[in-house]
């Protein structure tokens, strides 16, 4: 188990050393959480997308991470009009009505408008993970073979929306767990170090939590996904 440890740390650790962005797209969730954290000592910019009014607990952990890794943080506070638009320009981008994936990616328009606007022109984002390490919660109901069966599936149809969308803006965008390496290890890594019980709860990406438990803080760690 320490081998495999030590492997995901060293490649994850030379992914996001690969990246040359200043800017990081923040959600307050695991995956940009540890993007951040090899990302330290450096001058980085982050950007949190926050729905005005209703905050959820986003925003806590978006400000807890910057706070304990030295980041500038800028919240972008969005009304409903704002979200409309930006629903209405994601849905010109990626000709899709797939409500699901609309909601998840206007998230990432607005925050992908948000820095083109103020002159930038790349972001690093957190997108794979959630793939590569069965981070989604309809994993926690299956059984190895169904989640062995699923994940392969996934691998040979996965996309990301935001690579379309940043394109369309003119933003180039960094993600570290699409790094040919961690994909690679990903793929060969058994179901059982993506799927676990650990205080007495099933998770998705068990092993990127038990590998960072102890540099970012247990209550984004073990934050279920939402």
Known sequence: MDKEFKKLYEILDESVSECDSHNISLSGGLDSSIISFFLQPRKIDAICIIADGFPGTDLFHCQTIAQKFGFPLTLKMVNVEEIITGIDETIKILQIFNNIEIRNSVVMYL????????????????????????????????????????????????????????????????????????????????????????????????????????????????????
Do not use: C
Request: zero cysteines; glycine letters at 6%.
């Open 111 to 226: 925050a992908l408008n948000s820095i083109r606007k103020e002159g930038y022109t790349s972001i690093i984002t957190g997108d794979g993970a959630d793939e590569l390490f069965a981070g989604y919660n309809f994993f926690l109901k299956m059984n190895k073979t169904e989640l062995e069966e699923s994940l392969k599936r996934i691998w040979e149809t996965m996309h990301f929306p935001t690579q379309r969308i940043a394109k369309s803006l003119g933003i180039n965008t960094e993600s570290p767990f699409l790094h040919e390496k961690v994909i690679d290890f990903a793929k060969s890594l058994p179901t059982s170090y993506k799927v676990k019980v650990e205080h007495k709860q099933k998770y998705g990406k068990w092993i990127l939590r038990k590998l960072f438990e102890n540099k970012i803080p247990k209550s984004i760690v073990w934050r279920k996904k939402a």
